[in-house]
């Protein structure tokens, strides 16, 4: 709106420079010269107007404030970490929950063309906390980078009951499941709130001729590729 406003002033103010250097108009008489002033009045009245109203609208568009603000990561300053729970005294770098999640079974991942199965039930880690109080977690993390494969993602089971006393009907109906999507190393299994005092058995189903269940295991390779076979963790500690 400032622009057409401007350009009327700039038209008003040329015609009002032109008019001042016109010499060759006749005289107006009494009457004429009144009504000339009075008009020219009016003239000025206006352009004040238009100058108040301009004026007016800048005054406007400078009142607008705009902040901006970052915030600070404060890493230099974090705070020192709490004490993590646990009861005994172990040796000097011995954690007292070694020994108690061991491996059991390697996990072995076989194609039908371009589909990965797992052809047997696959008791992977056994953890004993029969001896121990409190609740825990086990988390199971992917350990290598593990490249090569179009789709791999694995649902870990979790039975209650040690590896070796599992059945096949204890893979079929399991007592919880995590589902580990591998698209980054990051990628991990969780199962917490697991009560001391009982053996648990983590592992994968087996699922053939192709793993293609989209909400659990789904393993897929480009055509006849070898991918990297992946490399797992389990990680034991208390959470309660």
Do not use: H
Request: hydrophobic share 45%; net charge negative; aromatic share 10%.
């Amino acid at each position: 709106m400032l622009y057409p406003l401007f350009a009327s002033l700039q038209w008003k103010k040329r015609g009002t420079m032109n008019s001042e250097v016109t010499t060759d108009e006749p005289a107006l008489s009494g009457m004429d010269a009144e009504a000339g002033s009075r008009r020219r009045r009016r003239r000025r009245a206006r352009t004040w107007l238009a100058f108040g109203l301009m004026g007016l609208m800048m005054g406007v568009v400078w009142a607008v404030g705009i902040a901006t603000s970052t915030a600070i990561v404060d890493v230099a300053g974090a705070a020192p970490a709490g004490q993590v729970f646990g009861t005994a005294d172990p040796a000097a770098g011995v954690s007292q929950y070694a020994g108690l999640v061991i491996e059991d079974t390697p996990l072995t991942i076989g194609f039908q063309g371009s589909w990965g199965n797992i052809a047997v039930d696959t008791p992977m880690f056994d953890v004993d906390l029969t001896g121990l109080t409190g609740t825990y977690f086990v988390a199971v993390y992917l350990n290598n980078n593990a490249t090569g494969w179009s789709v791999l993602q694995l649902e870990f089971l979790q039975v209650n009951k040690a590896c070796a006393d599992t059945l096949t009907g204890d893979w079929a109906a399991p007592d919880a499941t995590s589902v580990m999507v591998i698209e980054t190393e990051d990628a991990w299994a969780i199962f917490p709130s697991l009560a001391s005092g009982f053996d648990y058995c983590f592992g994968l189903e087996d699922i053939t001729p192709k793993a293609n269940d989209e909400a659990g295991t789904y393993i897929r390779r480009p055509g006849s590729s070898s991918p990297v076979a992946p490399v797992f963790i389990a990680l034991l500690n208390r959470s309660a």
